[in-house]
């Protein structure tokens, strides 16, 4: 299936540096979401975003919508340790702030974090 | 945010029997779900879309018949896997929709 192209596809920083990663596809989605996955667990959702050009922030953790609604990208500010683990982007195609469509999802960032 | 359940989060098996998996959302009703499967460090991927109170749709390449999916309630959808083989080990996860789609913890399956 189709899948979104998300890079890096790993990253080893020191505790305390900032983090950017990003999604980018050749067709368009309405809503971008972020997800965390921790080994063995489901992915947790961590940002959504429903709007071209949309930034929004959670804690350290700020993502946009690319304004062509073909790419988006999420920034780590400040990472921790428990920053460590497998992120991923995903697409989906739905009508206003419902969600109802398939996702796509990128290939994963894996994070590594140094004390 | 919402929660998604599933049960068990891991079983094994002998060759060729059948496993059952539950997903439910458990604050809120969910008339989608969806099952993906994800195996070792790669990405996740749909295998198919549950629908309740009608049949599911499928991924191309899935096996409808191999892959049984039900979704008989608002807050229950099953996938059982028949004719367990070895290469259907995998990590199996759902998920359902309240305006953002949220996944279930997974389910680890091992088949001897």
């Known amino acids: 299936g189709q899948q979104l192209n998300q890079s890096p596809q790993s990253m080893f920083i020191q505790e305390g540096e900032d983090v950017s990663m990003n999604c980018t596809s050749s067709?368009?989605?309405?809503?971008w979401l972020w997800y965390k996955q921790d080994p063995g667990e489901g992915p947790v959702l961590l940002i959504a975003l429903y709007k071209a050009g949309e930034l929004t922030s959670n804690g350290r953790l700020t993502a946009q919508f690319g304004i062509t609604r073909k790419d988006s990208f999420l920034n780590i500010s400040a990472s921790i340790p428990s920053d460590v683990g497998i992120y991923f982007c995903a697409g989906q195609l739905n009508a206003g702030g419902t969600s109802y469509g398939k996702l796509t999802f990128g290939q994963g960032t894996i994070l590594t974090v140094h004390p | 945010g919402a929660v998604v359940s599933q049960h068990p989060s891991r079983v094994i098996c002998k060759s060729g029997t059948s496993v059952k998996i539950e997903c439910r959302s458990l604050?809120?009703?969910?008339?989608?779900m969806f099952w993906y499967r994800q195996f070792p460090k790669q990405s996740l991927m749909l295998m198919a879309t549950?629908?309740?109170?009608?049949?599911?749709?499928?991924e191309q390449g899935v096996e409808k018949d191999k892959f049984l999916i039900n979704h008989a309630s608002l807050t229950l959808s099953t996938l059982t896997v028949t004719s367990a083989h070895p290469e259907d080990s995998s990590f199996y996860i759902c998920?359902?929709?309240?305006?953002?789609?949220?996944f279930g913890p997974g389910t680890r399956l091992t088949v001897l």
């Open positions: 604050d809120f009703q969910a008339t989608t």
């Open positions: 998920s359902a929709n309240r305006v953002s789609q949220y």
């Open positions: 067709s368009i989605f309405n809503t």
């Open positions: 549950s629908n309740e109170g009608s049949k599911a749709t499928y």
